[in-house]
């Protein structure tokens, strides 16, 4: 598997779980404003979107879109160690809490933070825009953990949880603390220190390059 990505963007969930799983994959950076992966190729060519994550399949095709590359990258993986099997309640709720994720985490509230080229109030009160609708959004997520040693979907890690870690270390842009949610703050704890995470933070901060 080929896995394009840019250090410390969404593409870190996919990295992340790709290590967890253990499968064999190569890591393509992607310069986001150039549009170039690091050996030189058109990456519109690879991902018309121009966006990551793009993974490109042993199968010849190309995903694209968190969601779908996560769950690709699961159901590739040993049964279970990233996700429940497919048609079962526990897969579902996996499902639906990525789409959550996707949509109300990253799309709606952080996303828009970091890629704003201008702000449409200024900036201090966007970011306090942005963090009152993160807000109700990590209630949400604090009321599924059942307890301080519990991962997102119930007892085991998942991929829910992978794509949790690069939108928790952004939630400080938005000078939100995660003391008000004392589980998701153990959760983030204990996902920071987990090997596979530890592994894919320092080989992206290595590549990382500010601004
Ligand atoms: N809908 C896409 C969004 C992915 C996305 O926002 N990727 C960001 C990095 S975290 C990106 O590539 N941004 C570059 C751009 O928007 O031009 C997905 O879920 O995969």
């Not at 394009?4 to 290590?19: F, M």
């Not at 979107?49 to 042993?58: E, I, W």
């Not at 119930?154 to 928790?168: E, I, K, N, Q, S």
């Amino acid at each position: 598997m080929q896995l394009y990505a840019n250090p410390l963007a969404c593409s870190l969930a996919s990295h992340i779980s790709l290590i967890e799983s253990g499968q064999a994959f190569d890591l393509h950076w992607v310069d986001l404003k150039a549009q170039r992966t690091a050996d030189g190729r058109d990456y519109r060519a690879i991902n018309p979107k121009g966006m990551v994550p793009a993974l490109s399949l042993d199968e010849g095709y190309t995903l694209t879109e968190n969601v779908a590359v996560l769950l690709a990258i699961a159901d590739r993986a040993a049964p279970g160690q990233l996700a429940p099997a497919a048609g079962t309640g526990a897969r579902d709720q996996v499902l639906e809490l990525l789409s959550f994720i996707a949509t109300e985490l990253h799309a709606r509230v952080l996303g828009p933070w970091l890629t704003a080229k201008s702000t449409p109030l200024p900036a201090e009160a966007y970011a306090a825009h942005l963090a009152e609708l993160l807000r109700p959004r990590l209630d949400y997520l604090e009321a599924q953990l059942e307890g301080e040693d519990s991962y997102l979907a119930g007892p085991r890690f998942t991929v829910a949880d992978a794509y949790l870690v690069p939108m928790l270390t952004w939630v400080r842009h938005l000078r939100v603390r995660l003391d008000d949610w004392p589980k998701l703050a153990a959760l983030y704890t204990r996902l920071q220190s987990r090997p596979s995470v530890q592994r894919a933070m320092k080989i992206e901060l290595q590549q990382y390059r500010p601004g």
